[in-house]
């Protein structure tokens, strides 16, 4: 209680902004630019934390997370009361009605209960990215006062383990940014005061990229303390996200792909070759574990939100999260429910995980009985412990893990026409599931499609699909997408998000997206 009463006086001055009207124009925070604070190795850490605390809060106070399998995906509102519509809405990028609740009243089949669910998702925050601002803000102001510390208990070693993480936590904001926005204002000054237009979003990433390249390595591989491990930055968590980074810049960057897609093959070599042997640092778990690394801290996880029971950190709603909409009485007790609130399209569900084809996830991840059913039986168990007294949906909400960048690694090297190293990665995530290795049958197509499909089946739920979508530029093609995008809508970004328009506040360079509007 102490150190909550301590810190919190710090974090009010910090976030601080009047009316919200200056989301760019921080000013000096004079309390941390004294002699009371950056004295000792207590501060960094304290101050550390709560950068990751202001970025559990910028994910986790509404569906953002859980969006990346709602949105153009092949999923539906089952006829649970009150049923879903909101969930309608996005499996058909219809934002504009997601976003004004009472155009719904003209629906014939009206229900009142929608605006609630507007409210429960609450999608009015996600527009608003002032969240995101405020943990880059403080991860540039880690970054420059960490240097003041002198204490003699503060090593080298330390300072830049701090600044590391002070890079990744800016950088990975910029990449939510990123893929909601698309271009957005950056900066990395600690004390920012000046308006700023929005910046490229390649240009955006390859900065971040840069900036991770030369703090990685200060990352350690792995916590000797469990209770670090994935939830605080580590060097597979900056090399997860350089290679996710990469990727986004080969689907918009197109005359510069190869080099991307290079790039990936170098850290996922790395990660690979050093990171697995590195304390055991990586690993993929047996599927009948991965439960355990949907929990959280797991050797599989690179990075995570942490969001335990047990922690007392909980911040946000769990109700957000894609784990609360798939379950239901009797197994998730955390709720009334009879039927799940969201279920995926039976012909997707054949389509990736077929009859006829074995796959252990099939069987651990999913109520074998209903795995095809659409009207809200089904059961995704792969976000709970089946083995426990009692459910609820305590898992940490994932963000990378290895299984994830074994399949970007394998995506890149099918890219360079490296066939053959690229089948090894993809079948070592099959070998883990039980499933048929590559090719499995002559039906089953390339290895680009059978990579693709491959992250559909072991990262559903997790957030990826959309954006995997997008990133390929398959969300334009109806053999991939359920609700596919223009060529016109794609270029004017119609993939994006609105952006609020306090963005326009006290800032004259600044834009919204104009697809929106």
């Not at 960057?253 to 850290?267: E, F, G, K, P």
Request: proline content about 5%.
């Amino acid at each position: 209680m102490r150190k909550i009463l301590y810190i919190l006086p710090l974090l009010v001055i910090l976030i601080a902004n009047p009316g919200c009207k200056k989301f760019l124009n921080v000013e000096p925070v004079t309390s941390l630019s004294g002699n009371n604070f950056w004295k000792t190795s207590k501060d960094a850490e304290d101050f550390t934390k709560d950068v990751y605390r202001l970025f559990r809060a910028s994910t986790m106070s509404s569906i953002m997370l859980a969006m990346g399998d709602y949105r153009n995906g092949p999923g539906k509102a089952t006829s649970v009361n009150p049923k879903r519509y909101d969930l309608d809405y996005l499996a058909v990028n219809n934002m504009k009605k997601l976003l004004a609740a009472d155009a719904t009243r003209t629906r014939p089949d009206y229900n009142a209960s929608l605006e609630w669910y507007q409210a429960r998702a609450r999608y009015d925050l996600i527009p608003d990215w002032k969240p995101f601002y405020k943990t880059i803000q403080a991860a540039n102001i880690l970054y420059k006062e960490v240097d003041r510390i002198q204490d003699p208990a503060f090593s080298e070693a330390n300072r830049k383990q701090y600044k590391g993480e002070a890079v990744f936590m800016r950088c990975l904001s910029y990449f939510f940014l990123v893929r909601l926005f698309s271009d957005v204002p950056y900066y990395t000054n600690a004390y920012n005061q000046e308006p700023l237009p929005r910046t490229d979003m390649v240009t955006v990433l390859k900065n971040c990229i840069a900036d991770l390249d030369k703090v990685k390595n200060d990352l350690p591989w792995t916590y000797k303390d469990p209770a670090n491990r994935a939830v605080r930055a580590m060097r597979g968590s900056a090399i997860a996200l350089m290679m996710h980074m990469n990727m986004w810049c080969a689907g918009f960057d197109q005359a510069n792909t190869n080099s991307y897609y290079r790039a990936v093959d170098d850290l996922g070599k790395e990660i690979e070759n050093i990171g697995e042997a590195e304390q055991g640092a990586y690993t993929l778990l047996p599927i009948e574990q991965t439960y355990l690394v949907m929990f959280g801290r797991s050797q599989e996880g690179l990075f995570e939100i942490q969001l335990s029971n047990n922690s007392g950190e909980v911040s946000g709603d769990r109700r957000y999260k894609f784990s609360n909409g798939v379950a239901h009485l009797p197994f998730l007790t955390s709720t009334d429910r009879l039927q799940s609130e969201f279920a995926f399209k039976s012909d997707y569900m054949k389509k990736i995980f077929p009859e006829t084809v074995a796959d252990r996830r099939k069987n651990v991840w999913f109520d074998i009985a209903d795995i095809y059913d659409e009207t809200g039986k089904a059961i995704i168990y792969k976000f709970f412990n089946r083995a426990a007294p009692t459910q609820g949906d305590d898992d940490n909400p994932i963000i990378f893990r290895y299984a994830d960048v074994l399949l970007l690694h394998a995506e890149a090297l099918a890219e360079l026409g490296e066939d053959g190293p690229a089948e090894i990665l993809l079948n070592r995530i099959r070998a883990r599931a039980g499933a048929d290795l590559f090719p499995a049958n002559p039906g089953e197509g390339k290895i680009k499609d059978a990579i693709y499909y491959e992250r559909c089946k072991e990262l559903l739920g997790e957030g990826h699909y959309f954006y995997d979508l997008v990133r390929t530029r398959k969300i334009m093609n109806p053999t991939y997408c359920y609700s596919p995008l223009s060529f016109s809508a794609f270029i004017s970004k119609a993939w994006t998000w609105p952006i609020s328009s306090t963005a326009l506040a006290n800032n004259p360079y600044m834009t919204l997206n104009s697809y929106w509007q």
